[in-house]
């Protein structure tokens, strides 16, 4: 009762990183409230799984196990869901911003009428007092995220429904196994009580699943490119840094609207979360936006010709000056020092 919980999800036997990052955030959320962090996980084949969830700091497990669970279906795993939510009452609930999260989400907070704040850059606990009645409310879930464009940072609260939901991108959140594993007390799910035959009215007749051709997430150095760059041309010098680098290339979202490179190098509060080593920014002004995707990163080198662009308040190091004769400098330099 009046717990955090998090929707696991799970493909092929593995628990998605975004889930993890959850685990991790909401061990902390937990920790602040005096509560105990539940996961809920279903799918088939899931013996051992509460280990895991346990390293991440989860008390509890809530599993439903049967063939018939796996893979992810909206309707089964929405009427499980909902049938728990109601019956633990948990005040809190968080879910992965992915295709899952985004499809579930949503349908369990309207059949519990209780509101969720999606794509989530931070989650917090705090008071809030009503201007109006002046009633004051303690330990709310701070649900805080970029709005109208980015242009400000918007904190959200629910002060009257239960529970307080919320959707977190991928790579927003650290994954980091808690100082203190959870008791991983598994409580099985009798998902017969939830479901009804028209739960599974859509089937499955065949999945394919293709790997990410690009994939950032995990890159140790990111050399960025945005509008700035001004062609597709120009933003060869940058996978050619890149290269040398042992990193890989990111992109603005300014930059893939004007075709400079493709959709899956975006970076940003529409793109990707990544949290490198050092992340090189060429020609990218550092809208919130974009800016939400990398403030994470452990190093921040900016080039820009404007000395007052929004990205060098938060570089460690701002490089005034043309991408163009700077880049080539940084891989003649870099090369002669490698040797």
């Known amino acids: 009762m009046n717990n955090v919980f998090v929707y696991c999800e799970i493909e092929s036997g593995k628990v998605a990183d975004v889930s993890l990052e959850l685990l991790t955030k909401g061990r902390v959320l937990a920790n602040t409230l005096g509560c105990d962090l539940e996961a809920v996980a279903i799918g088939h084949q899931l013996d051992g799984i509460e280990k895991e969830l346990a390293l991440y700091g989860a008390d509890t497990i809530h599993v439903a196990d049967a063939p018939e669970l796996?893979?992810?279906?909206?309707?089964?795993?929405?009427?499980?869901?909902?049938?728990?939510?109601?019956?633990e009452k948990p005040q809190i609930a968080l879910f992965g911003a992915s295709s899952v999260g985004r499809d579930l989400a949503p349908r369990v907070s309207s059949a519990l009428h209780s509101g969720l704040t999606a794509d989530c850059t931070s989650l917090e606990i705090g008071d809030h007092t009503d201007a109006k009645s002046g009633t004051t409310y303690t330990n709310l879930l701070y649900q805080i995220r970029p709005a109208f464009g980015g242009n400000i940072i918007a904190t959200i609260i629910n002060p009257d429904?239960?529970?307080q939901m919320a959707t977190v991108r991928e790579g927003v959140m650290k994954k980091e196994p808690?100082?203190?594993?959870?008791?991983?007390?598994?409580?099985?799910?009798?998902?017969?009580?939830?479901?009804?035959?028209?739960?599974?009215?859509?089937?499955?007749?065949?999945?394919?699943?293709?790997?990410?051709?690009?994939?950032?997430?995990?890159?140790?150095?990111?050399?960025?490119g945005g509008y700035g760059m001004g062609s597709k041309e120009n933003f060869a010098?940058?996978?050619?840094?890149?290269?040398?680098?042992?990193?890989?290339?990111?992109?603005?979202?300014?930059?893939v609207d004007a075709g400079m490179t493709d959709h899956a190098r975006q970076v940003g509060q529409t793109g990707v979360t990544v949290r490198?080593?050092?992340?090189?920014?060429?020609?990218?002004?550092?809208?919130?936006?974009?800016?939400?995707?990398?403030?994470?990163?452990?190093?921040?080198?900016?080039?820009n010709t404007d000395p007052n662009a929004p990205i060098n308040k938060i570089a460690d190091y701002a490089i005034v000056g043309d991408v163009m004769e700077v880049v080539p400098k940084m891989i003649k330099y870099y090369k002669q020092n490698s040797k």
Request: aromatic share 6%.
């Open 237 to 255: 010098i940058l996978y050619e840094l890149a290269e040398v680098l042992g990193g890989e290339v990111g992109a603005s979202r300014a930059a």
């Open 276 to 303: 490198p080593k050092l992340y090189i920014a060429c020609g990218i002004s550092g809208q919130i936006q974009h800016t939400a995707g990398m403030d994470g990163s452990s190093m921040v080198i900016s080039i």
């Open 161 to 163: 429904h239960r529970p």
């Open 70 to 87: 796996a893979p992810f279906r909206t309707l089964p795993h929405a009427a499980i869901v909902c049938g728990l939510f109601k019956e």
């Open 178 to 224: 808690a100082q203190t594993p959870g008791k991983g007390i598994v409580k099985k799910i009798d998902a017969s009580k939830y479901l009804n035959d028209t739960d599974f009215v859509v089937r499955i007749i065949d999945r394919q699943i293709e790997d990410r051709k690009i994939n950032i997430k995990n890159a140790p150095v990111i050399v960025a």
